[in-house]
């Protein structure tokens, strides 16, 4: 294994980037000089731009969190918020703060992690930072992306009675974390010796934590579909919290309904055995990542031909209203229970 020290900053870099290849006609220049140049003036075009920043011991965890997992998954969660936009990512820069336990080879494996990630969806990294950190692993990313005059959405855009809809399906992220956090409690409970976490039959629940993917291809199908929605948004903090925040800030209400709510069979299972409501699993529990829109009702035959889109309720008039019915005809009312960062 070998010193960060012995590279220093520049050498770093050098190895990091080194790999590098720009394919997209709006990075002009990228990795290697005091600025990125990037050409963003094609006409009925805007530049969408979004960062974010992980902190080891609030997002992350590296008892149980791969190196390169963790790259690929900070550079998907940036992507995710430009296809949110309906636009498409084009570059992004990364920064990272290394504590003096890292060695070289693990930011390979953090950087084989984002450059894959990249790859898989037509992205350059054009530029970024490095320094020391004395609190331990820190990376923030800023995702350039563009999106087209009339087609890009805000989440301020939802109208009264646009149907509700959600890719994928919910809880399964927020499972597999609960997965992760027992056998870190056995293994500190019981030491090395022969512990060998079993997570037979639970693999996608895992996937969904530590390897999630930006959903292009919903956005290539309303494309397709000659569908752009009024709202949307990515699932990252719970669909209850992201639907009041489309409420809020569209100035509509909501009613949801609990038997339309797409959760997978592997998700139910693991809910039932930590013993867990199932429904706040799903409507809480974050870091989906999938995309949650409204459109007008008469999109209706549209929507639902897309595979992988279901809708699960509507829009209201009353701004105060937001409600999630029960199978059994109850309205309960709908809070926003889901991650918050303070």
Same mark, same amino acid.
């Given at each position: 294994m070998s010193e960060i020290s012995a590279l220093g900053e520049f050498g770093?870099?050098?190895? +990091?980037?080194? &790999? %590098?290849?720009? !394919?997209?006609?709006?990075s002009v220049k990228g990795v290697g000089d005091d600025a990125a140049i990037l050409n963003y003036t094609q006409p009925g075009k805007r530049v969408l731009v979004t960062t974010d920043l992980l902190l080891e011991g609030i997002h992350f965890d590296l008892t149980y969190v791969p190196l390169k997992h963790l790259g690929y998954?900070?550079?998907?969660?940036?992507?995710?918020?430009i296809y949110a936009m309906n636009g498409r990512p084009k570059q992004i820069?990364?920064?990272?703060?290394?504590?003096?336990?890292?060695?070289?080879?693990d930011m390979d494996e953090l950087y084989a992690g984002m450059l894959l990630a990249c790859?898989?969806?037509?992205?350059?990294?054009?530029?970024?930072?490095?320094?020391?950190?004395?609190?331990? +692993?820190?990376? &923030? %990313?800023?995702? !350039?992306g563009e999106g087209e005059d009339g087609k890009i959405v805000c989440r301020s855009g939802a109208k009264p009675n646009d149907l509700i809809c959600v890719s994928g399906n919910l809880g399964a992220a927020y499972m597999g974390l609960q997965l992760l956090e027992r056998e870190k409690k056995v293994f500190?409970?019981?030491?090395?010796?022969?512990?060998?976490?079993?997570?037979?039959?639970?693999?996608?629940?895992l996937e969904r934590q530590l390897k999630p993917e930006a959903r292009k291809d919903i956005i290539d199908e309303l494309e397709k579909a000659g569908i752009v929605p009024n709202a949307?948004?990515?699932?990252?903090?719970?669909?209850?919290?992201e639907l009041h925040h489309i409420c809020k800030q569209?100035?509509?209400?909501?009613?949801?309904?609990?038997?339309?709510?797409?959760?997978?069979?592997?998700?139910?299972?693991?809910?039932?055995?930590?013993?867990?409501?199932?429904?706040?699993?799903?409507?809480?529990g974050g870091e989906d990542y999938e995309l949650l829109f409204t459109v007008p009702v008469s999109m209706h035959e549209k929507v639902n031909q897309i595979k992988g889109v279901k809708v699960i309720g509507y829009t209201t008039a009353d701004a105060n209203e937001k409600v999630l019915?029960?199978?059994?005809?109850?309205?309960?009312?709908?809070?926003?229970?889901?991650?918050?960062?303070?």
């Open positions: 770093l870099i050098d190895r +990091l980037t080194e &790999s %590098i290849k720009l !394919i997209n006609s709006s998954k900070a550079v998907m969660v940036n992507l995710s918020d820069t990364v920064s990272i703060g290394v504590s003096a336990r890292f060695k070289t080879e790859e898989r969806h037509g992205v350059d990294m054009v530029g970024g930072d490095t320094s020391a950190s004395v609190t331990g +692993l820190c990376i &923030s %990313i800023t995702c !350039i500190a409970e019981n030491g090395q010796e022969g512990m060998q976490p079993d997570f037979a039959g639970k693999e996608y629940l949307m948004m990515d699932i990252s903090d719970g669909l209850s919290s569209s100035g509509v209400g909501c009613r949801i309904y609990e038997d339309k709510i797409p959760v997978d069979y592997e998700t139910a299972v693991q809910a039932e055995e930590f013993n867990m409501n199932l429904m706040t699993v799903a409507l809480n019915v029960t199978p059994e005809g109850q309205e309960l009312e709908l809070k926003a229970q889901g991650w918050t960062g303070f």
